[in-house]
């Protein structure tokens, strides 16, 4: 019966290329494994609702939540003062083409390297209306948001919101084992080893300078808007509609991203500066949740009173706040039921059905390719790169202790079997106007192609081991 494990995030994932709806998709899959989990119909509906509080309730979760909430209110006020429309007119000058957009979303990654949604969001709300202005491929757009963000940022071993947990999960799993490296040291040389994200850069190197052919391959196709009456359509478009309510000012982007950039910073070495004595160390031991939520509550205070200062009304600040943290509602639900789904799914067993006996029937020369296959599948089955990571690193690391394979290809591996999911990226579909459907069918040719990219690289290694 612990097959049954596999079932919500098998159906959540054939409805999802089936319908290219997520949040119904999500949703029937908490249902069908609350009633897998309870064996009773009125014990699993009560339960969906127990999944989905849990969810919520759990710290870090709605930290992520509350940042994803501030972000959307200061995104919402940036725009409102014109500081978006000043920056892409600045900006503009010297982009003419969809290549140059593209360009940018690598060149802005040097200031928001250190957080996935940050980037995300930040960029992606710079870049939109200059792809807009000269006519370019926003699945293109989403394609790179998405690569720029998890996959750059696991190859970063310093200050990122990543390296915390990263750390923490190889050093718990090598405690009281006799391994001499420091688990920062195996979390750095480990970069080298995880093929996929290195694969998927590449990848998006040649989409922007070359164009790759995005868009020719599609795994299906998203026809949404198709199945949304005329009247929805344009209830939705005047909803969306920009409407710059204060003359352009670049300066209104500009001073409050200066502002979030070193609140960030400075709460990264705030929370971590007890546990390190290197300015560095202290911002790998942050803690990464509070640090960029904590920026994100500074920044909109700090930003209001920047506006006040220039006649905007407090009212009209008010309003922007609570319609920007709207616009994120729709992501916010796909998360929560994500991570309603991931605990799901461990209930049922999840954790058992893969053991160390599965691992060690591997034939050494193919450990490497069958570990980042295992990964993947599971990181796309459950939805979480993180849970994934947690579940596939003890075997990982007590395999590499019993067959001598370099422990730091082993957690490598495993980084690139779970950043597997993260391609295509809800957030990135949002930040850019357009339907996961749509985001969905036109990059999973290209996962597919980093996967194969990356199991080839795994082959050759197992061929050296």
Known sequence: MIWLSIMP????????????????????GVIIGALLSTRSLFNGITSIGNYIIEAVANKDSAYTLGFLIAFGALADLI??????????????????????VLGWSWLLSLITFFDSSFHTIAVGTVLNPLLEKVKGSKEKLAFLLSVTSLQLILLIPI?????????????????????????????????????????????????????????KFKLGNAKEKEELTEQHLEKEQNANQSVQEYPS???????????????????????GRNKSDTFFGTLSAANFNVSIFAGALLTIVMTSIFFLFQKISLAEIEAHIVKGAEKVISLIIILVLSWALTSVTQDLGF???????????????????????????????????????????????????????????????????GAVVDVVSPLSAEMVNISFGEHLTTSTPYVILGVLLALAGYIVIGFTL
Do not use: D
């Open 159 to 215: 200050a990122t919101s990543y390296l915390g947990y990263m750390v923490t999960l190889v050093t718990n799993n090598i405690r009281e084992k006799e391994i001499n490296q420091s688990a920062y040291a195996i979390v750095a040389k480990s970069v080298l080893w995880n093929f996929f994200s290195w694969s998927m850069l590449l990848i998006a190197i040649g989409v922007t300078i070359f164009g790759l052919g995005f868009g």
């Open 351 to 417: 954790n058992k059905l893969l053991g160390e006996s599965i691992i060690k029937s591997i034939p050494k020369i193919l450990i490497p390719a069958v570990l980042f296959l295992i990964t993947g599948v599971i990181s796309y089955t459950i939805g979480s790169s993180w849970a994934t990571w947690a579940l596939i690193m003890p075997l990982a690391i007590t395999f590499s202790i019993n067959s001598g394979v370099n422990i730091a290809i082993m957690v490598g591996t495993v980084w690139a079997g």
């Open 249 to 271: 000012k670049s300066i209104n982007l500009i001073i409050p991203v200066i502002i979030l950039l070193i609140s960030t910073v400075f709460f990264f070495w705030w929370t």
């Open 79 to 100: 725009e409102m003062a014109g500081g978006i429309s000043g920056f892409s007119e600045r900006v503009g000058k010297w982009v003419k083409s969809e290549r140059g």
């Open 9 to 28: 995030a098998l159906i959540t994932i054939i409805l999802t290329f089936k319908t290219k709806k997520l949040i119904p998709s999500l949703l029937t």
